[in-house]
């Protein structure tokens, strides 16, 4: 659960560097979960460019949409699992154990092997 849409996007865009634990007591109610101060610091160069940003958007919500599938199921409207272990993706991995420069990777095969859009 703490992998999700939100961590994909938030990587691609910027380095996240923990800064701060906060207890469940700091809040009221305390809440069950553990929260987390962390600064966000902009990539001067993208590790893993993509070619169209609404593309890698797209895949993230189809794949974290349905998490306890596998990527084969969740993907499989964009991806083949020939497709997908071509990419280095295990077909049988959920969509938290797929990285970042995964994604960016299953974002560039769909702008790469997009029909050419007509006028």
Known sequence: KAYGRLSVMAQYYCQIIPVLE????????APKVESAVVRLVPHAVMPYPVKELRVLSRITTE?????????????????????????????????????????????????????????
Do not use: H, W
């Open 63 to 119: 794949a974290f949409n349905q998490r306890r599938k596998t990527s084969r199921n969740s993907l499989g409207n964009s991806f083949t699992v020939e497709v997908l272990t071509e990419l280095g993706i295990d077909p049988a991995m959920r969509a938290e154990n797929i990285s970042v420069e995964q994604y960016c990777k299953l974002a560039n095969y769909i702008s790469d092997n997009a029909p050419p859009k007509e006028s």
């Open 22 to 29: 906060v207890p469940p007591t700091a809040f009221t109610p």
